[in-house]
């Protein structure tokens, strides 16, 4: 997961040098910023926020260190080279499905739809838009001023809080009701700030839309099925 990420990362820099491109927008992922068991509960995860790389390593936590090395080469070679970079570091994306087939963001919210998971976990969970991910390259693409890291997020929310979003919109379905931890206190969603996107005029999509447009697109493109509601059952039978 490590070496591709790095590679490639370089690869990509080093041809925008070779043929003059004049900025270069980097996808990183808030993989590369949160991971810090040192962070203090009330510290604002922000752009000047990074993993703890060795952290990530005892954990094995391979996706979020390959992540942060991967966006660490990219400034690196950027600055050789004299790259013009800039980073979107976006959360969990939620939203219409582009491609027919699921993805592990997906997979986070359509185990509560199918009845696979009979608990939430007690953690939490940062989400934006698909749409406002595309929005944010764009932006930090065309604004002459963009520069540095941009954390792409909209809401962070506990697992118990996801359920109850999904089951308000879709009560149709097998949702969690239950947490697989009560013996601990519930988990806190931590502190972040997105001012620096807000700056250049975006405007976040709330996360409850992010939620029901993710089970519609679901829904459309036959990965969840749409059962009978109870109400529609009487209203056919009634006619």
Not at 49 to 54: E, K, P
């Amino acid at each position: 997961m490590v070496k591709p990420a790095v590679d490639g990362t370089k690869n990509v820099i080093i041809a925008a040098a070779e043929a003059k491109v004049r900025r270069v927008v980097f996808t990183s992922s808030i993989g590369a910023v949160y991971m810090d068991p040192s962070r203090g509960p009330d510290v604002v995860v922000d752009e000047s926020c990074w993993s703890d790389l060795d952290f990530c390593k005892n954990t094995k936590n391979w996706y979020c260190y390959g992540k942060a090395v991967a966006e660490q080469a990219a400034w690196e070679v950027s600055k050789e080279k004299g790259v013009d970079l800039v980073v979107v570091n976006p959360v969990l994306v939620l939203g219409p499905l582009l491609q027919p087939s699921v993805n592990a963001s997906i997979v986070h919210i359509l185990k509560y739809l199918t009845g696979s998971a009979k608990t939430y976990a007690n953690s939490v969970q940062a989400y934006v838009h698909v749409r406002d991910v595309a929005l944010a390259h764009i932006l930090v693409f065309e604004a002459p001023s963009a520069s540095g890291r941009y954390l792409c997020a909209e809401s962070v929310l506990h697992r118990g809080d996801v359920v109850d979003i999904l089951a308000k919109f879709f009560p149709e379905y097998p949702i969690p009701t239950k947490c697989s931890d009560e013996k601990n206190p519930r988990a806190k969603p931590y502190k972040f700030s997105n001012q620096k996107l807000r700056d250049l005029g975006l405007e976040f999509t709330p996360v409850k839309q992010c939620l029901y447009e993710s089970v519609k697109s679901l829904q459309e493109k036959g990965v969840l099925s749409v059962p009978t509601r109870q109400e529609d059952s009487v209203r056919i039978q009634s006619s």
